[in-house]
């Protein structure tokens, strides 16, 4: 099972950036689609945004779209989400995570991702 580990989080104002990097160790990387997801204080944890093994496709949760780019470099075992034009809405702990079996599309919620990493908070302030 691979291994993840988020950072880039950290604190900021509204209508920053930030660029969150998740790296991976442990298995073949270019196996796993991944997805970015994202928990709020007492909310669940939802979709974010998601990538397919080889990059070819990537899907966004409707609050990101446009302001939120999904990428990976599958030489570095890396995954990034570039989050741009941020909102205070935006403020939550980003998880990243693996898939290997979903076939035919990209997975948009959490059970179908069998690998976690820690998360890295993210804050931004009004």
């Known amino acids: 099972q691979v291994q993840l580990v988020e950072s880039g989080g950290g604190l900021v104002q509204a209508g920053d950036s930030l660029r969150l990097s998740c790296a991976a160790s442990?298995?073949?990387?270019?196996?796993?689609?991944m997805g970015w997801f994202r928990q709020a204080p007492g909310k669940e944890r939802v979709f974010v945004a998601a990538?397919?093994?080889?990059?070819?496709?990537?899907y966004y949760a409707d609050s990101v779209k446009g302001r939120f780019t999904i990428s990976r470099d599958n030489a570095k075992n890396s995954v990034y989400l570039q989050m741009n034009s941020l909102k205070p809405e935006d403020t939550a702990i980003y998880y990243c995570?693996?898939?290997?079996?979903?076939?035919?599309?990209?997975?948009?919620?959490?059970?179908?991702?069998?690998?976690w990493g820690q998360g890295t908070q993210v804050t931004v302030s009004s």
């Open positions: 442990g298995s073949t990387f270019s196996n796993y689609a």
């Open positions: 990538i397919s093994r080889n990059a070819a496709s990537t």
């Open positions: 995570a693996a898939d290997s079996t979903t076939r035919g599309g990209l997975g948009l919620i959490p059970k179908v991702y069998e690998s």
